[in-house]
T-cell receptor, first 108, second 116 residues
């Protein structure tokens, strides 16, 4: 079992739908990151969380430390949101562990 | 200003050959990371350079893999005697932030390596 599990692996939705991507982890962490990878490989950081909730535009990220779970939400999804979304954790023993990513496709 | 650049963008090689991948970090970034992304798998950390400190090589999968960086400039990742399992996208990132702070890392476009 991977130490960082994401679900779903693939998600196709219509423009405007509310999107949720989940990340569960099994190690103690100091921080959790959500990243966005566009076709062609470019990766950008969306959020870093150690507790609670963060919001940036149409993106919301939450984390529940006790349940070792984080979610990334996209409101009013748009085709330009189509990308791979990656959850990564920084473990307490200072390792970086990535999930396999969720491939999101938003249809116009 | 220019971002992180990597070359070549694509590399096809035969099993057993050596390959060298290059990363040009953002000027002034003291930290440089190499990651590997195999098809259907998550990113894997390979190696971390921070200034003139000894690099953290804990992610290198075998002694066929090595990397060099001179000061705060270009880095090269070398894979000797390539195997088909080495086929992946190799991503470089540079940062001026603390170790493994993904929020401050700027990723390059990657080099797609295919070993036939």
């Amino acid at each position: 079992k991977n130490e960082v599990e994401q679900s779903p692996q693939n998600l196709t939705a219509q423009e405007g739908e509310f999107i949720t991507i989940n990340c569960s982890y099994s190690v103690g962490i100091s921080a959790l990151h959500w990243l966005q990878q566009h076709p062609g490989g470019g990766i950008v950081s969306l959020f870093m969380l150690s507790s609670g909730k963060k919001k940036h535009g149409r993106l919301i990220a939450t984390i529940n430390i006790q349940e070792k779970h984080s979610s990334l939400h996209i409101t009013a999804s748009h085709p330009r949101d189509s990308a791979v979304y990656i959850c990564a954790v920084r473990s307490r023993d200072d390792k970086i562990i990535f999930g396999k990513g969720t491939r999101l496709h938003i249809l116009p | 200003g220019a971002g992180v650049s990597q070359s070549p963008s694509n590399k096809v090689t035969e099993k057993g050959k050596d390959v060298e991948l290059r990363c040009d970090p953002i000027s002034g970034h003291t930290a440089l990371y190499w990651y590997r992304q195999r098809l259907g798998q998550g990113l894997e950390f390979l190696i971390y350079f921070q200034g003139n400190s000894a690099p953290d090589k804990s992610g290198l999968p075998s002694d066929r893999f090595s990397a060099e960086r001179t000061g705060e400039s270009v880095s090269t990742l070398t894979i000797q005697r390539t195997q088909q399992e080495d086929s992946a996208v190799y991503l470089c990132a540079s940062s001026s932030g603390v170790r493994f702070s993904l929020g401050t890392q700027y990723f390059g476009p990657g080099t797609r390596l295919t070993v036939l």
